[in-house]
């Protein structure tokens, strides 16, 4: 191969490359992203049963019910607009309390949200990102007077 | 006072660093011979940052509560080594470490090159310079770690028991050496791409810098995943969190830019393609400061209200590597042509390699700013998490894997051999794993068994080039290729078998009850209290037998005061074929404790194949800047490399 015709190759290859990992990622990122919902939103019937989403607000005080397994809990996550029912197997996370945010991971079934994971992270300051977004958003709401 | 030094020791390097660009551009400029007087300014300045990090260090030390920064984020009554770690805990004391790598990477690459010409290294150390003064303003203006706090408060607020960890302590600094010895690749081909002299001697000079940021990029990644592993109690390695794909993305560019620079140093080809790649590499390592330091991962929303830090770091990043891409679109056309390699040749295995890194940074990449996009244009909030990550990188994750097998088999320019038929053995040996795995397991998912298959053919195929010939007389940078990517198929194995073979439990049980897991039976001997230093604790005894082995495991629940906190703290046994994970849960009314034990078959292999990848990047630095035969003309020893 000629050198001008090498760099022209080598630079094709490089744009395809560029293209490939953009139609992947974008093929990739049409069904495989979880959006996240609030209580309000599937009340509003936003949320698709049984499609992979997020579900985030505040554990409902009283809420907390064990199962007779030991292992499983119920419990209702409200956004104080309306409340969904969660059902979730496993040990719950050390920062998980009643009365304060959680978000969980999984899906709608027949109006109870099955949770595989409840999130919590390794530092008390950390709020969950979706719940730091309600209350930036409030926040901002007060400052910028939307 | 002790504050103020490392303050003024900052503002005094942040001019130093002005005037090492100035002396750059003077000397780009005119014939100026300015080589010696900006090796010393570069010197002085990493000295001066040395100077002010260490003084943070022993505001920490002495719990001086007068500096905010120290009330913020420490307590008197914490363990002294945590006190010191604490320094770079935060953002602030962060940021200044960051730079202080930073400077002191540009004094010893000032003291240590010879390779390069002089007026490339003058230019590079320029670059370098630039790059600091950015940072200064950044640490000076928006973010200083000495600001003084009057009156001085009693004790400080920061006792989070969950920062009090070893892994924590002491990873973020191992990947802030790697992340900030990737600069000294970008400002070497800023420099070059400013003096035409983009050629063979700026890749050796290149090179060890690479290789080393590389080697602690791969430990800190394997060493954060162990941490994530045993310290969040759920038993996964890696969950494609923001945070860790902040490491990963460097790492990957990393480790595309290694293999690019050897092409440019054996052979003179690829030019432009490493200039970009390093120029890329430390993209990525600003990208990865950025997304942890700026606050957008907690919310974009967070982010545009209170937008100084990370609108700076925002700024820096486009500055930065806008500039760079500018210089590149206006030189990088001019660089002359590399030299010609045919289809089949070594060069086109590494163009491959590069090809296919670039594409898996591309999609790691666009999956981990996916959702702070679409929330800042539509404000819908979404995550992307596993589901895409491996299912979009995994399988080109494999078609690497295989083609590591084959690259190094290949010749530069050229290869007339038919080197497929060397592969036999080892794709017999990957076909073997595959019937096996089919007889086993018939039920298992494709993913982890195509990683069995690959992994077995790559333990075959990556020693080959040691088969070959005597391996004693080796170079030692071959070695070091052939350990890492030993290392790749060790790893894969560790991950398709974790993948494939783990067994979980969950379950109340009593003390005095057993519980099964894989080939264990777990039995709950006792829950007692404990207490540690600043903590009680509740610990489990819990006896574990497969047979022959009888083994005692405690996890515990800790329980922390200031602030109110709880941890799980899982047991965990290692083993030759395996690690038997326990953590212990809640109490139950009935008066049983909730219990969970994972079997994990060989997932150590996982950790194993990551220190082995950096190991084998140890051995090839050691090979490149120690050559064993000195007399040897450079054409050869590159030749074998």
Redesign the interface.
């Known amino acids: 191969?000629?050198?001008?015709n090498?760099?022209l190759v080598?630079v094709a290859?490089?744009v395809v490359?560029?293209l490939?990992?953009?139609l992947?990622?974008m093929?990739?990122?049409k069904d495989?992203?979880?959006?996240?919902y609030t209580p309000a939103d599937i009340a509003a019937g936003k949320a698709q049963q049984g499609q992979?989403m997020?579900l985030g607000g505040m554990v409902e005080r009283g809420s907390v019910q064990?199962q007779p397994?030991?292992?499983t809990i119920r419990f209702v996550v409200t956004d104080g607009q309306a409340a969904t029912p969660v059902l979730y197997?496993?040990?719950?996370p050390?920062?998980f309390r009643e009365g304060s945010g959680a978000v969980a991971?999984g899906r709608l079934e027949n109006g109870i949200f099955i949770a595989d994971t409840i999130l919590a992270k390794?530092?008390?300051?950390?709020?969950p990102?979706?719940l730091?977004?309600l209350a930036?958003?409030r926040?901002?709401g007060k400052?910028l007077a939307k | 006072m002790i504050a103020e030094t490392g303050l003024a020791a900052l503002w005094l390097a942040a001019g130093l660093a002005a005037l090492q660009l100035l002396l750059m551009v003077l000397a780009l400029r005119s014939a100026l011979d300015v080589g010696r007087t900006i090796r010393s300014v570069a010197v002085v300045q990493g000295v001066l940052t040395l100077i002010a990090f260490a003084m943070l260090l022993i505001v920490f030390a002495r719990s001086d509560m007068s500096v905010a920064l120290v009330f913020e984020n420490s307590h008197t009554q914490k363990p002294f080594i945590y006190k010191v770690a604490g320094a770079w805990g935060n953002h602030e004391g962060s940021m200044l470490l960051w730079v202080t790598v930073l400077s002191v990477a540009g004094a010893f690459f000032a003291l240590l090159s010879r390779r390069t010409s002089e007026r490339t290294l003058v230019a590079a150390l320029g670059a370098q310079a630039t790059l600091a003064l950015g940072f200064y303003a950044f640490l000076l203006i928006a973010s200083n770690p000495f600001a003084r706090l009057w009156p001085a408060p009693m004790d400080g607020r920061g006792l989070n028991p969950l920062l009090q960890d070893p892994g924590l302590a002491f990873h973020p600094p191992t990947l802030y050496f790697g992340y900030v010895g990737l600069s000294i690749a970008f400002s070497l081909a800023v420099g070059a791409l400013l003096t035409n002299e983009v050629d063979a001697r700026l890749a050796r000079a290149m090179r060890p810098w690479v290789l080393g940021a590389w080697i602690l990029l791969t430990l800190g990644i394997t060493a954060g995943s162990y941490w994530a592993y045993y310290e969040l109690g759920w038993g996964g390695y890696w969950f494609w969190d923001p945070v860790e794909n902040a490491s990963l993305m460097p790492w990957l560019a990393a480790t595309a830019l290694l293999h690019s620079i050897n092409v440019l140093a054996a052979r003179g080809a690829l030019r432009a393609w490493t200039m970009m790649l390093a120029v890329i590499a430390f993209s990525m390592s600003m990208v990865g400061t950025f997304l942890v330091r700026s606050g957008i991962l907690t919310s974009v929303h967070a982010f545009a209200i209170d937008p100084e830090r990370g609108t700076f770091l925002l700024a820096l990043l486009a500055i930065y590597v806008g500039a760079a891409f500018i210089l590149f679109a206006a030189r990088g056309a001019a660089l002359k042509e590399g030299a010609p390699f045919e289809l089949v040749s070594r060069e086109t295995g590494l163009v491959i390699n590069n090809l296919l890194l670039s594409v898996i940074l591309g999609i790691v990449f666009l999956g981990t700013l996916y959702p702070l996009f679409v929330e800042a244009l539509s404000g819908e909030k979404l995550s992307v998490g596993a589901p895409y990550f491996n299912a979009v990188a995994g399988p080109l994750a494999l078609i690497l894997a295989i083609l590591v097998g084959m690259g190094p088999l290949l010749s530069w320019r050229r290869e007339r051999r038919p080197i497929l038929n060397q592969l036999r053995v080892p794709a017999l040996i990957g076909v073997t794993a595959l019937v096996i795995t089919i007889i086993v397991a018939p039920g298992m998912t494709i993913l982890p068994r195509l990683g069995l298959t690959v992994a077995a053919f790559l333990v075959g195929a990556s020693i080959l080039p040691l088969v070959a010939r005597n391996p004693l007389r080796a170079p030692l940078a071959t070695w070091g290729m052939v350990v890492a990517h030993f290392g790749i198929a060790i790893a894969l194995t560790g991950m398709a078998m974790n993948g494939a073979f783990t067994s979980e439990r969950l379950a109340v049980i009593k003390p005095g009850e057993t519980l099964n897991v894989g080939p264990w039976t777990v039995l709950l001997k006792d829950v007692t209290p404990t207490a540690g230093k600043n903590y009680t604790a509740l610990e489990a005894e819990l006896r574990a037998t497969n047979g022959a082995a009888v083994e005692s495991l405690k996890p515990q629940t800790r329980y922390f005061s200031d602030p109110p906190t709880e941890t799980n703290e899982a047991a965990i046994d290692t083993f030759w074929n395996g690690q038997l994970y326990t953590v212990i849960g809640k109490p139950d009314p009935s008066g049983g404790w909730q219990v969970r034990l994972w079997w994990k078959p060989f997932v150590t292999l996982i950790w194993a194949g990551g220190a082995l990848i950096a190991f084998g990047g140890a051995l090839a630095l050691l090979g490149r800047v120690w050559p064993r035969r000195k007399r040897e003309p450079d054409w050869r020893k590159e030749r074998y490399a």
């Open positions: 191969m000629k050198p001008k090498q760099r080598l290859a490089a490359a560029l490939v990992a953009v992947l990622a093929w990739g990122l495989r992203a979880s959006y996240f992979a997020r064990r397994d030991g292992v197997r496993g040990i719950v050390d920062l991971e390794h530092d008390e300051r950390y709020m990102p979706e730091g977004n930036s958003e926040k901002a400052t």
